[in-house]
């Protein structure tokens, strides 16, 4: 399969990249690297590249920012920064692939373990990863021509709690990337993927 996949650089991206490379054409993409750049929060940008790629089979987004901050910190400015970022670009992501993704091909976002656990410093973040989630339900049912959509919905990754240096239990990256390839390679749509604790 060709798989366009959306920040491929990242801590999750990487791990995907390299899973879904052992078996298929991986087309990476991001901000800052590679051959194919794009802002996730400009659609136009987004609108590009999937004119630049054309049809694939699967499109893959490991990408999104939203603010973590106390709420009484969050200004307006931060709660528009994080719909538009990790909730539109996402739908966009989703929006545009539906014209470019193959019959039968699928779509995977990402939303995270905030929607569900909340946390001090969460309310932006669960905000839009429980966004993610009522979207891609609703897409499933309308999306043509057979094409699936799914959101991951990782937990707190192994190797950012200790970037971050913050205590907890998380998963491995790889772990979490396997998610993304059973979206990707079985029949599921409209779902949440979770991803266990190991
Ligand atoms: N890590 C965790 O513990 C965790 C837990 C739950 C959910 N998540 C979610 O999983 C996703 C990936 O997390 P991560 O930890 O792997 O992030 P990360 O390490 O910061 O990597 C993000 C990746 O996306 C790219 N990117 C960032 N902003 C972009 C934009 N506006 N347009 C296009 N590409 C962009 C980055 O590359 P460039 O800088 O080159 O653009 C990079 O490839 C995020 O949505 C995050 O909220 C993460």
């Not at 800052?32 to 590009?48: F, P, T, Y």
Request: with cysteine; glycine share 12%.
């Amino acid at each position: 399969m060709k798989v366009l996949l959306i920040g491929s650089t990242g801590t999750i991206g990487k791990e995907v990249a390299k899973a879904l490379a052992a078996r298929h054409d991986v087309i990476a993409a991001s901000r800052n690297h590679g051959l194919h750049r794009v802002d996730i929060a400009d659609k136009e940008s987004l609108a590009a590249l999937f004119r630049a790629v054309g049809q694939v089979d699967a499109v893959v987004c490991a990408a999104g920012s939203a603010k973590f901050a106390p709420l009484g910190v969050l200004t307006d400015d931060d709660f528009r920064f994080s719909l538009g970022n990790k909730l539109m670009g996402q739908v966009n992501v989703a929006r545009l692939a539906a014209e470019y993704v193959a019959d039968g091909g699928s779509i995977t976002l990402t939303s995270g373990v905030l929607a569900r656990e909340p946390m001090p410093g969460g309310a932006a973040i669960g905000m839009v990863n429980a966004a993610l989630e009522g979207f891609v339900r609703g897409a499933a049912l309308e999306l043509p021509r057979g094409i699936r959509i799914n959101v991951v919905s990782p937990p707190w990754v192994e190797e950012t709690l200790r970037a971050l240096e913050m205590e907890g239990r998380g998963a491995p990256a790889a772990t979490v990337a396997r998610a993304y390839v059973e979206s990707v390679e079985g029949k599921r749509t409209g779902q949440v993927i979770e991803v266990p604790l190991p």
